[in-house]
C-alpha cells in the first residue's frame, strides 16, 4: 500500500492478512497513517446516530468491528515505524474503548428506554443514566491493542422506568448493561471489538452485573477487599453522566493516614503472580515474570496506596505519570524513576509487539526461531540474542529495584531474643527487674509501666493483626532507649507513642517494616520531650523518618510552595482537605527543622528564617484559597494582604511562636469593608483551626488598630490615619518589627511606605526615651526582673528590643538602614557602624542576645527547665544594661 505498510508487515500477520484480503481501504487508511487519532475520527467513521434511531444492531455491531480493524492497524504501522510512542499507542486504542463502550452504551440504553420508559430514582424522580467505569490498563489509559476491558456498571438510584411495561432499574440496567457486552464482546464474521471482563466488580461473577451507588458504596465498606483497593485505584469513570462514584471511592481506596498495611497486602498478592508464573512457567512473560510489567506497575502502587490518602497529587491512574510524581514529590530518587521508565517503556514495547504479530492478548517471548528475529528487528535489535541481552538488563534493574521496595522487612532475630525477656505475657519480675537495672533503667519505674500497658484497655483490645506487631516492637524500643543518656526517660516516651498509635496498625506495620528508624525515634525522643509530644500528636510524621529529605538543610522553599499549592489544587475545592494539606505541609517541614536542630545543624538565627519562612509559605498558600471558597463575593481577585508584626515579623519565629498578623485591603467598592473582614476570619480560622489533621498556628491579631476593639481587616487609608494620628509609641515600637507577607503587590508599596515615614518621623530624642523607659517600668509588676528568666531580666531579651526600637524611631530619619527589618542581632551591627552605639558593645550585645535566643529555644526544644544563674550569664545582663545606660542615660526603676 505504501512504505510505512510494507514495513510494518513483516512484523504484523494481522496486519498482512488484511492489507492482502482488502480489509483495509486505502482511501481510509492512509489519510488516518498520517495523523494522531481522536474520538472526532471515530465519531465521522459512521453514522452512529442514525444506527442507533434505526435500531439496526447488527450494522452498529459490524461498523464497531471494521472501526476496531482500521485503528489497531493504524497503530500497529505508526508504531512499528516509531511515528508514534508509548503515549500515543495506549491512549489511542484506550479512547477508542472509551467511544465503543459509549456508543455501545447509548444505544442499549436508547433500545430499552424505547420498551420500558426512562429509568427515574426513587427519591429524586429525575432520568437515571449507568455510568460505566472502566479499571486496570482502560483505567489508566494504558491499553494495549489486544486487550481485554476490565468494567464496572453502577448506576446512581433505585426506582422504576415511567413506562407502560415498568421494569426496576436493577432490571433495565442489567438489560442495558447484558447488550452492551454482546455489541462489543461477540465474535462475528468482522471480528470483536474487545473482550470485556466484569469479574472485578463487587462479588465478581457471582455478584449483579450492575449495581446502585449505595449498593457499591456498602460492599467497598463492609466487604471491599485488600486487591480491590489496588483495582479502583486505577476505576475511571469513561461515561458523561452525573454520579458521585469518586467521592466514595477515594476513602476507600485512599486511606487519609500513611497505610503501611499495604506493604504486606502487595506483597501477599504478588506472592501469588510468582506462584502462578511458576506454576504455568510463565518466566518468559515480560507482564507477570521477574522484573516485568506487573512489577514496576506494583512499585508505582504501593506508593500510592500509602500516601495518597495524604498527597492528592498521587491519586492518578497512570504508571507512569505516577513514577514522574513520585520523583517530583522526592519519594523516590529520581535515577531510580528513570530506571523504571525506561524499562516500562522497553517492556510495553516488547509487549505491543507480540500482541501486533496476531491480534493476540499474550505478553510471552516466542520460541520459534523467526518469530523471534523479526521481534528483535522490530525493536531496534540486530539479532535476538542483542535483544535478549537488553531486555533482561531492564528486567534486572526493575526487579532489582522491587525486592528493594518490597522487600521483607529485617527479622533482627538476635537482637529480638535478646530483648524479648523485657516483654512476656507472664514476666519473672525480679529478673526482669535486675535486667532492666544493669542496662540503665530505673526498673521499678519501667516494670510498671510495662505492667500497666500489658494490662490495659488499649493493650487488651488490639486486632489479632496489630498485636503480634505491637509485641515485637517493645523489645526494639527498649534495646534503642537503654543506648541514649536519659534511658528511663526515653523508654517512657516510646511506650506512651506505641500506646498512642495502637490503634493505627498501619504505624505498627511501619515500625516492623523499618526497625531502624526505632533508633532515630529513641534518638529524637530522648533528646526532647517536645518532639517527642509532637510525634504523638502527628504519629503520620513517622513517615519521614525514612525519607532522604530529613537531615537535608537545604529547604527550596519556591519548589516546596509549588508542592503545596498542588497538593491544595488536588483537592479540588474540598476545604477540609485543603486546611489538612496545609497542615500536613507545615509539620513535615516543621519535624524536619526540629531533627535537624536536634542535630545541630542549625543556628538559633538560620533556624528562626526557616520557620519564617514556613509560615510565610503556609499564609501565602492559604489565601487564595480561602478567597476561593467564600460566597458572595464582589471581586475574582481580592485587593487584600497580610503584614507581620513580632516574632513573625522580625523573622525570629520559634516552634510554638504566635503569629502577630494585621490585615490590609484596598478597594473602594461598597461591600470591601464586609468582604475583607470575612476573608480576615476566615483565613485566621484557617490558620488555627483544629482539623482532623491538628493545628496550624496560634494567631494574635491584637497588633492591628484599635486592638481587639478594632476591625478584623482594614483600609490601607485606615490603617495610615491611624498610624499618624492615633497610633501610641508601643504601636510605632511594633511597626518596627513589621513586614509585608503576601497579597496584593500594590500594598506592599503602600505598607512599606507608610512604615517609612512613620518610622522616620522626627521625634524628641529624650521624650521619647522617657516613654520608653516607663513602658519598660510598667511591665515589672506583672513580669518581674528575675535572673533565671532572659526575656525580661534586666539586661535581658526585652531590653535589646526595647533598645533597638528606640534607635530605629529616634534615627531612621538620619539613617534609612536602620528600617531594614534584618532582626536585633544584625541591627545592633548597623547601629554601631551608623556610631549610635560603641562598636564594642555593640558585638556583646549581639553575643548576649544571640546566647538569651539559644536559651529560650533550649527551653523548648531540648528540656531545658529554668535557665541556670551563671558568671557567663551575669556577664551578658551587664553588658545590655551598659548598653540600655549608654542609649538612655539612665536606668530604670523597678517597680515605679
Known amino acids: 500500500m505504501n512504505a510505512l505498510t510494507d514495513t510494518a508487515r513483516r512484523y504484523s500477520r494481522y496486519l498482512a492478512r488484511h492489507l492482502d484480503n482488502g480489509n483495509l481501504k486505502p482511501e481510509i487508511f492512509l489519510p488516518m497513517l498520517e495523523k494522531v487519532l481522536t474520538t472526532e475520527d471515530f465519531q465521522t467513521f459512521a453514522d452512529w446516530e442514525q444506527l442507533k434511531t434505526d435500531e439496526n444492531e447488527a450494522e452498529l455491531a459490524r461498523q464497531l468491528r471494521l472501526l476496531r480493524r482500521y485503528v489497531?492497524?493504524?497503530?500497529?504501522?505508526?508504531?512499528?515505524?516509531?511515528?508514534?510512542?508509548?503515549?500515543?499507542?495506549?491512549?489511542?486504542?484506550?479512547?477508542?474503548?472509551?467511544?465503543?463502550?459509549?456508543?455501545?452504551?447509548?444505544?442499549?440504553?436508547?433500545?430499552?428506554?424505547?420498551?420500558?420508559?426512562?429509568?427515574?430514582?426513587?427519591?429524586?424522580?429525575?432520568?437515571?443514566?449507568?455510568?460505566?467505569?472502566?479499571?486496570?490498563?482502560?483505567?489508566?489509559?494504558?491499553?494495549n491493542v489486544s486487550s481485554d476491558i476490565d468494567l464496572i456498571f453502577v448506576y446512581p438510584e433505585s426506582g422504576e422506568t415511567d413506562g407502560h411495561r415498568e421494569r426496576e432499574n436493577q432490571e433495565f440496567f442489567t438489560k442495558v448493561?447484558?447488550?452492551?457486552?454482546?455489541?462489543?464482546?461477540?465474535?462475528?464474521?468482522?471480528?470483536?471489538?474487545?473482550?470485556?471482563?466484569?469479574?472485578?466488580?463487587?462479588?465478581?461473577?457471582?455478584?449483579?452485573?450492575?449495581?446502585?451507588?449505595?449498593?457499591?458504596?456498602?460492599?467497598?465498606?463492609?466487604?471491599?477487599?485488600?486487591?480491590?483497593?489496588?483495582?479502583?485505584?486505577?476505576?475511571?469513570?469513561?461515561?458523561?453522566?452525573?454520579?458521585?462514584?469518586?467521592?466514595?471511592?477515594?476513602?476507600?481506596?485512599?486511606?487519609?493516614?500513611?497505610?503501611?498495611?499495604?506493604?504486606?497486602?502487595?506483597?501477599?498478592?504478588?506472592?501469588?503472580?510468582?506462584?502462578?508464573?511458576?506454576?504455568?512457567?510463565?518466566?518468559?512473560?515480560?507482564?507477570?515474570?521477574?522484573?516485568?510489567?506487573?512489577?514496576?506497575?506494583?512499585?508505582?502502587?504501593?506508593?500510592?496506596?500509602?500516601?495518597?490518602?495524604?498527597?492528592?497529587?498521587?491519586?492518578?491512574?497512570?504508571?507512569?505519570?505516577?513514577?514522574?510524581?513520585?520523583?517530583?514529590?522526592d519519594?523516590?530518587?529520581?535515577?531510580?524513576?528513570?530506571?523504571?521508565?525506561?524499562?516500562?517503556?522497553?517492556?510495553?514495547?516488547?509487549?505491543?509487539?507480540?500482541?501486533?504479530?496476531?491480534?493476540?492478548?499474550?505478553?510471552?517471548?516466542?520460541?520459534?526461531?523467526?518469530?523471534?528475529?523479526?521481534?528483535?528487528?522490530?525493536?531496534?535489535?540486530?539479532?535476538?540474542?542483542?535483544?535478549?541481552?537488553?531486555?533482561?538488563?531492564?528486567?534486572?534493574?526493575?526487579?532489582?529495584?522491587?525486592?528493594?521496595?518490597?522487600?521483607?522487612?529485617?527479622?533482627?532475630?538476635?537482637?529480638?531474643?535478646?530483648?524479648?525477656?523485657?516483654?512476656?505475657?507472664?514476666?519473672?519480675?525480679?529478673?526482669?527487674?535486675?535486667?532492666?537495672?544493669?542496662?540503665?533503667?530505673?526498673?521499678?519505674?519501667?516494670?510498671?509501666?510495662?505492667?500497666?500497658?500489658?494490662?490495659?484497655?488499649?493493650?487488651?483490645?488490639?486486632?489479632?493483626?496489630a498485636q503480634p506487631r505491637f509485641d515485637a516492637v517493645i523489645p526494639r524500643l527498649a534495646q534503642a532507649a537503654a543506648a541514649q543518656p536519659q534511658p528511663t526517660e526515653t523508654l517512657l516516651r516510646l511506650l506512651d507513642f506505641l500506646e498512642n498509635i495502637s490503634r493505627r496498625s498501619a504505624y505498627l506495620a511501619f515500625l516492623n517494616e523499618h526497625p531502624q528508624t526505632v533508633r532515630q525515634l529513641a534518638e529524637i525522643m530522648g533528646q526532647s520531650s517536645w518532639v517527642a509530644g509532637y510525634l504523638n500528636r502527628?504519629?503520620?510524621?513517622?513517615?519521614?523518618?525514612?525519607?532522604?529529605?530529613?537531615?537535608?538543610?537545604?529547604?527550596?522553599?519556591?519548589?516546596?510552595?509549588?508542592?503545596?499549592?498542588?497538593?491544595l489544587a488536588a483537592a479540588d475545592?474540598?476545604?477540609?482537605?485543603?486546611?489538612?494539606?496545609?497542615?500536613?505541609?507545615?509539620?513535615?517541614?516543621?519535624?524536619?527543622?526540629?531533627?535537624?536542630?536536634?542535630?545541630?545543624?542549625?543556628?538559633?538565627?538560620?533556624?528562626?528564617?526557616?520557620?519564617?519562612?514556613?509560615?510565610?509559605?503556609?499564609?501565602?498558600?492559604?489565601?487564595?484559597?480561602?478567597?476561593?471558597?467564600?460566597?458572595?463575593?464582589?471581586?475574582?481577585?481580592?485587593?487584600?494582604?497580610?503584614?507581620?508584626?513580632?516574632?513573625?515579623?522580625?523573622?525570629?519565629?520559634?516552634?510554638?511562636?504566635?503569629?502577630?498578623?494585621?490585615?490590609?485591603?484596598?478597594?473602594?467598592?461598597?461591600?470591601?469593608?464586609?468582604?475583607?473582614?470575612?476573608?480576615?476570619?476566615?483565613?485566621t480560622s484557617w490558620l488555627t483551626a483544629a482539623t482532623g489533621a491538628g493545628q496550624l498556628y496560634d494567631v494574635d491579631l491584637r497588633l492591628r488598630p484599635n486592638g481587639d476593639s478594632g476591625f478584623l481587616a482594614h483600609s490601607?487609608?485606615?490603617f495610615e490615619k491611624y498610624q499618624r494620628e492615633q497610633a501610641w509609641v508601643w504601636e510605632h515600637q511594633s511597626l518596627t518589627r513589621a513586614r509585608f507577607i503576601c497579597g496584593l503587590p500594590e500594598i506592599q508599596t503602600a505598607f512599606d511606605q507608610i512604615r517609612r515615614d512613620i518610622l522616620t518621623t522626627p521625634r524628641d530624642t529624650t521624650e521619647l526615651a522617657q516613654e520608653i523607659i516607663a513602658m519598660r517600668e510598667k511591665m515589672f509588676p506583672t513580669h518581674p526582673a528575675d535572673d533565671g528568666n532572659v526575656k525580661y531580666a534586666r539586661g535581658g531579651v526585652v531590653d535589646v528590643e526595647f533598645t533597638v526600637q528606640y534607635l530605629i524611631l529616634a534615627y531612621s530619619g538620619q539613617y534609612p538602614q536602620l528600617l531594614d527589618n534584618y532582626g536585633n542581632i544584625a541591627l545592633l551591627n548597623i547601629a554601631a557602624d551608623c556610631g549610635l552605639i560603641g562598636k564594642d558593645l555593640a558585638e556583646q550585645c549581639r553575643t548576649a542576645y544571640r546566647f538569651y535566643r539559644q536559651q529560650q529555644h533550649n527551653t523548648r526544644l531540648r528540656d531545658a527547665q529554668r535557665v541556670e544563674v551563671t558568671d557567663e550569664l551575669l556577664g551578658y545582663y551587664a553588658s545590655v544594661r551598659a548598653l540600655w545606660l549608654q542609649v538612655f542615660g539612665e536606668e530604670v526603676r523597678f517597680g515605679a
Request: net charge negative; with cysteine.
Open 716 to 718: 490601607v487609608a485606615a
Open 177 to 329: 448493561g447484558q447488550k452492551l457486552i454482546t455489541l462489543l464482546n461477540d465474535i462475528t464474521a468482522d471480528g470483536q471489538v474487545f473482550r470485556v471482563d466484569m469479574r472485578l466488580r463487587p462479588d465478581g461473577d457471582s455478584g449483579a452485573l450492575v449495581l446502585s451507588e449505595t449498593a457499591l458504596e456498602q460492599y467497598l465498606i463492609q466487604q471491599g477487599r485488600e486487591w480491590e483497593r489496588y483495582a479502583w485505584c486505577k476505576g475511571r469513570v469513561v461515561t458523561p453522566y452525573p454520579n458521585d462514584i469518586k467521592a466514595l471511592v477515594r476513602p476507600f481506596v485512599f486511606r487519609k493516614y500513611l497505610d503501611y498495611n499495604a506493604y504486606e497486602a502487595m506483597r501477599r498478592l504478588h506472592r501469588q503472580i510468582r506462584s502462578e508464573v511458576s506454576k504455568k512457567g510463565m518466566a518468559d512473560n515480560v507482564k507477570l515474570g521477574a522484573g516485568g510489567i506487573r512489577e514496576v506497575e506494583f512499585i508505582a502502587q504501593i506508593f500510592q496506596m500509602i500516601r495518597g490518602g495524604q498527597m492528592r497529587a498521587l491519586q492518578l491512574k497512570g504508571t507512569r505519570e505516577t513514577l514522574r510524581q513520585l520523583a517530583e514529590l
Open 538 to 567: 502527628y504519629p503520620i510524621l513517622l513517615d519521614e523518618l525514612i525519607s532522604a529529605q530529613l537531615l537535608e538543610t537545604h529547604f527550596d522553599w519556591p519548589k516546596l510552595a509549588a508542592e503545596l499549592n498542588t497538593a
Open 573 to 683: 475545592g474540598d476545604t477540609e482537605a485543603q486546611m489538612d494539606a496545609l497542615r500536613h505541609f507545615q509539620h513535615i517541614q516543621v519535624f524536619r527543622l526540629a531533627v535537624q536542630d536536634l542535630q545541630g545543624l542549625w543556628t538559633v538565627e538560620a533556624l528562626s528564617d526557616e520557620l519564617s519562612l514556613l509560615a510565610d509559605t503556609v499564609i501565602a498558600a492559604a489565601l487564595p484559597c480561602v478567597w476561593a471558597d467564600m460566597p458572595k463575593k464582589h471581586r475574582d481577585t481580592p485587593l487584600f494582604a497580610v503584614t507581620s508584626y513580632g516574632k513573625l515579623g522580625g523573622k525570629e519565629l520559634g516552634y510554638a511562636s504566635d503569629l502577630d498578623l494585621v490585615y490590609l485591603y484596598d478597594d473602594p467598592h461598597p461591600d470591601a469593608a464586609d468582604s475583607y473582614t470575612r476573608l480576615a476570619r476566615r483565613l
Open 72 to 143: 489497531v492497524a493504524q497503530i500497529i504501522v505508526r508504531d512499528i515505524n516509531r511515528i508514534s510512542d508509548l503515549d500515543e499507542v495506549t491512549r489511542t486504542i484506550t479512547l477508542f474503548a472509551d467511544f465503543a463502550v459509549n456508543t455501545a452504551l447509548d444505544f442499549a440504553y436508547a433500545y430499552y428506554q424505547g420498551l420500558y420508559g426512562t429509568p427515574l430514582g426513587r427519591y429524586t424522580r429525575s432520568p437515571q443514566y449507568l455510568s460505566v467505569v472502566a479499571m486496570g490498563k482502560a483505567g489508566g489509559y494504558e491499553l
Open 331 to 465: 519519594i523516590l530518587p529520581q535515577d531510580t524513576v528513570d530506571t523504571l521508565l525506561a524499562a516500562y517503556q522497553f517492556l510495553r514495547d516488547v509487549e505491543h509487539r507480540l500482541q501486533y504479530w496476531d491480534d493476540q492478548q499474550t505478553q510471552t517471548l516466542p520460541t520459534a526461531p523467526e518469530q523471534q528475529q523479526l521481534l528483535a528487528e522490530s525493536m531496534g535489535f540486530a539479532d535476538y540474542a542483542a535483544f535478549s541481552d537488553g531486555l533482561n538488563a531492564h528486567r534486572r534493574a526493575v526487579n532489582a529495584l522491587f525486592n528493594e521496595i518490597l522487600s521483607e522487612p529485617e527479622e533482627n532475630s538476635e537482637t529480638q531474643h535478646e530483648w524479648q525477656w523485657i516483654w512476656q505475657p507472664v514476666p519473672d519480675e525480679d529478673a526482669r527487674a535486675g535486667r532492666l537495672k544493669a542496662s540503665g533503667f530505673d526498673a521499678d519505674v519501667i516494670g510498671e509501666r510495662l505492667n500497666q500497658i500489658r494490662n490495659g484497655h488499649k493493650y487488651r483490645h488490639l486486632s489479632a493483626h
